[in-house]
């Protein structure tokens, strides 16, 4: 039944509503947990649509159920919705009106993007077989959003059979998508380093023991783990991301800290990373007359996609954008996502966004924006892939 719907043609019809949508959620970002006006605007709208709406789930998550008229499987769609702690450099005429705060990774997009799902489907309720589960998530940036809204039930009654996401790419350009079986996205932990010296003045510097310069010995020995630590064929990162020390030009402090994250595919090699971290924080500082600490901070799983619902999107993307524009893609980037596909079988994909005029910034970048016509072909590939489950 779901092959005699044109979806292209339904999403391409939406499309003004989704940029008026995008922009203006993209003029009043918001930041994890605090997406009140962002699920003010969804729930409203899937009340309007008939859908049955749940709120404050997660804290200000939003879930909705639109239930077919007969029994089949129950596919979870999801979308985060949070913006990020970042001035927006743009100039274009849908800025961030909220200082420092932008949506610089296109979660206005995405949240555009699920509402035009809810309308599309919302039509054909009684042709559905099954139920879809709108999931618009709080937080996804580094702050246990999936966490909180597993931690409200987001997973039960009814516990989805499958889980499909996406997530706009502005590597890829507009006109491709991404999708990989298995791993498609890193697991990802921070770890704060604080190295302990002993201050003074920076005219006697033998009169103390220095933590920057221990820190510094510390960040160049990192970079030798992956490069001789771990196996050639294995994806692995250290970054260190902070260095902070000292308040002025002629002071030795009395410490250093340094944050930094590993991002990996596999569990082991991610354990053994930070056996080697260890190793080499507390050894530095020792041989440069200083102690070392380290802290850990779990963020989120790897992100595996499971082989049948990856086979069913990568056959939609094919159908919407040809075989040619549809590639393998693994990134060392992080998303929550990966704890609810921990549970629920599922598949992630990627949808390029960029046009190489004024979409060619990275993702967290100040002047990231992305080809609004990107939307039309991630929603009609994922209405393609939830209507093999839901419309068969």
């Given amino acids: 039944m779901s092959t ?6 339904e999403a391409t019809a ?23 006006r962002t699920a003010g605007i969804v729930a409203e709208t899937l009340t309007e649509l008939g859908l049955e709406v749940q709120t404050g789930v997660g804290q200000t998550g939003v879930v909705a159920l639109l239930e077919g008229a007969r029994p089949g499987p129950c596919v979870l769609l999801r979308f985060d919705m949070d913006a990020l ?3 927006e450099e743009s100039t274009h005429s849908y800025v961030s009106a909220s200082p420092g705060i932008m949506h610089a990774c296109g979660h206005d997009g995405h949240v555009s ?24 998530q709080p937080a996804e940036e580094g702050l246990g959003g999936a966490l909180a809204v597993m931690a409200d039930g987001v997973l039960e009654e009814p516990r989805p059979d499958v889980a499909l996401a996406m997530h706009l790419w502005s590597p890829v350009p507009v006109g491709k998508a991404r999708v990989v079986d298995g791993p498609c996205m890193a697991s990802s932990s921070v770890f704060t380093i604080t190295v ?16 920057i310069l221990a820190a510094s010995h510390i960040v160049v020995a990192l970079q030798s783990i992956v490069s001789r630590n771990t196996n050639p064929h294995e994806s692995i990162v250290v970054s260190i991301g902070e260095f902070s020390a000292g308040t002025t030009f002629n002071v030795i402090p009395e410490r250093a800290v340094l944050k930094g994250t590993v991002r990996s595919y596999d569990t082991a090699s991610h354990r053994m990373v930070y056996r080697r971290i260890l190793e080499m924080v507390t050894n530095v500082a020792v041989a440069y007359g200083c102690r070392a600490t ?4 779990a963020i989120v799983a790897a992100v595996v996609n499971a082989p049948e619902p990856t086979a069913v999107v990568r056959a939609a993307a094919c159908e919407v954008l040809g075989a040619e524009n549809v590639v393998e893609h693994r990134t060392m980037a992080a998303e929550d996502m990966g704890y609810i596909m ?16 004024a979409t060619n910034f990275a993702h967290h970048h100040p002047r990231f924006d992305f080809d609004e016509r990107a ?3 991630g929603v009609t590939i994922m209405a393609k892939a939830a209507a093999q489950y839901v419309m068969n």
């Fill in 14 to 36: 939406l499309f003004d509503d989704m940029v008026r949508v995008r922009r203006d959620l993209h003029r009043h970002p918001e930041l994890g947990f605090q997406e009140t």
């Fill in 4 to 9: 005699k719907v044109d979806f292209k043609r």
């Fill in 294 to 297: 380290m802290e850990t901070v």
């Fill in 342 to 357: 921990s549970d629920i079988p599922g598949c992630y994909f990627f949808v390029g966004c960029s046009n190489g005029e």
């Fill in 375 to 377: 939307m039309v072909d």
């Fill in 85 to 87: 702690p970042i001035q």
């Fill in 113 to 136: 993007m699920g509402l035009a799902l809810a309308r599309i489907f919302a039509r054909r309720q009684r042709e559905m077989a099954g139920t879809l589960k709108f999931l618009f």
């Fill in 196 to 211: 302990q010296g002993k201050g003074g003045h920076g005219a006697a510097p033998h009169m103390a023991t220095d933590p």
